[in-house]
Every structure is written in C-alpha cells, then in structure tokens.
C-alpha cells in the first residue's frame, strides 16, 4: 500500500536541475524522511535525510548539489537536485519513519516504515 506520493521526475541534461516532490497519503505522525534512490543493478542508497529537529544530511555523492527541505504548510518533502550528472540516474524514492532515527540508522532501508512508489530521474550526457 503506497502512503507517500513522490511526483517531479524527469529526463534532463547533465548540469540540469530537477525538484522531486513527496506528499504523505495517510501516514501517522512520522519523525526522519529521507530520499533514497536505486540504480539499474544497484541497491537503494540513501540520499539526504530530514531529521525532526530540522537537521539535514546527505550522501557525498550529492552534498552541495542536492537539497532537500519540508514546507510544513502544504506538509510536502522536497528535494531539489542541481548540477546533475548521469550518475545520478535512478528511481528517487521518499521514506519516512516513525520514530527518530541516529547514525547510520538514517541510511537503512529498514528503518523507515513508509515509502513511496518511485519517481524515475534520468539525466543525460
């Protein structure tokens, strides 16, 4: 059952710029959401994480390329991704979890309890 819904996927050229959106469906209280992303033939790695406190981290593949924020009125999860590269192509998906997460907790797929369906992001050479 989908409870997150990500939107704003897309084909761009490398140095572009994308925003993803994720919409909680009908999630309870959640505490960390982060994106996550998977390539063809690779697992799913996490790629910046929204901590309850407001703090932020993300993966060194993208730290200054991609930031990721919450407008707390329209209760929407963002991530903005400039300067993309082709590396960088995957499906992004938004996770959330239910109590707080530390460490590498964070960047565990099993930690969070909700996820989205998936947005496919391609980025062209």
């Known amino acids: 059952q989908v409870q997150l819904l990500e939107s704003g996927g897309g084909s761009v050229q490398a140095g572009g710029s994308l925003r993803l959106s994720c919409q909680p469906l009908?999630?309870?209280?959640?505490?960390?959401m982060s994106w996550f992303r998977q390539a063809p033939g690779k697992e799913r790695e996490g790629v910046a994480n929204?901590?309850?406190?407001?703090?932020?981290r993300y993966a060194d593949s993208v730290n200054g390329r991609f930031t990721i924020s919450k407008d707390k009125a329209k209760n929407t999860l963002y991530l903005e991704m400039n300067s993309l590269k082709p590396e960088d192509t995957a499906i992004y998906y938004c996770?959330?979890?239910?109590?707080?997460?530390?460490?590498?907790?964070?960047?565990?797929?099993?930690?969070?309890?909700?996820w989205g369906q998936g947005t496919q992001v391609t980025v062209s050479s």
């Open positions: 996770a959330a979890a239910s109590r707080p997460l530390y460490g590498s907790a964070r960047w565990t797929t099993a930690a969070y309890n909700y």
């Open positions: 009908n999630t309870p209280l959640v505490y960390a």
């Open positions: 929204l901590g309850s406190d407001g703090s932020t």
